[in-house]
């Protein structure tokens, strides 16, 4: 079990420009959830898929947002249009259903647009 | 809807006792509690359910008050290696299976 995956681990752009991040579950784990957290601040929810079905989203995420798990598997989070205000630490975290169960997370995609 | 923690810093010497508070406006189902060391992804430390028993990990436990919407964190004879920030995630009766997210509280443990 390696833990969870993301990729890339930093990434700059230029406002205007369409992001990509992936995210590699531990395998075993049906749930997988995005977050977004800022300087001194608490993961901020942003979506959550039970297998491949995306269960949740958050009123606060704009179109600009959209994320995938094809198959159940790995997950994609795309912004489009990026604007300075989405610069931040987008956190993938992963969890098995039932309850005493944590997230784990991964080590995140820090995301800083110019 | 976000639980509300207090303090929102501590500063302790090694050997010292420390509590950190978690409240919500919501019924809860679960309260989560992790740690994040600067530059780290968060660790899960314990879950706390409606209805369960109070949990233990080494010297840090927590309570989980549910006619309050509370919990507290209890860290017992502080390590340096305790230091970081502190969340707790609390998860809404209803099973919304999300978390939502103090804004932390930050630890330091000093020689």
């Known amino acids: 079990d390696t833990g969870v995956s993301q990729d890339p681990r930093h990434k700059i752009t230029k406002r205007g420009q369409n992001v990509t991040f992936r995210c590699d579950p531990i395998s075993e784990h049906n749930r997988l959830y995005w977050y977004r957290q800022t300087l001194g601040q608490g993961p901020e929810f942003l979506t959550y898929f039970q297998n491949e079905a995306q269960l949740e989203k958050s009123r606060l995420l704009s179109d600009r947002f959209s994320a995938e798990r094809p198959k159940g598997s790995f997950s994609t989070l795309e912004i489009q249009r990026t604007e300075q205000g989405d610069s931040a630490m987008y956190l993938c975290?992963?969890?098995?259903?039932?309850?005493?169960?944590?997230?784990?997370f991964g080590s995140g995609t820090r995301l800083t647009v110019v | 809807q976000q639980p509300v923690q207090s303090p929102q810093a501590v500063i302790l010497r090694e050997g010292e006792d420390a509590v950190i508070n978690c409240s919500s406006s919501?019924?809860?189902?679960?309260v989560h509690w992790y740690r994040q060391k600067h530059g780290e992804a968060p660790v899960f430390l314990m879950i706390l359910l409606k209805g369960g028993e109070q949990k233990g990990h080494e010297k840090i436990s927590a309570s989980f008050n549910e006619k309050k919407q509370q919990s507290s964190l209890y860290l017992t004879a502080s390590q340096l290696s305790y230091s970081g920030t502190y969340f707790c995630?609390?998860?809404?009766?209803?099973?919304?299976?999300?978390?939502?997210f103090g804004k932390g509280t930050k630890l330091t443990v000093n020689p």
């Open positions: 995630g609390t998860e809404k009766s209803g099973g919304s299976e999300k978390l939502v």
């Open positions: 919501k019924a809860l189902y679960s």
């Open positions: 975290a992963s969890s098995s259903t039932g309850t005493g169960n944590g997230y784990t």
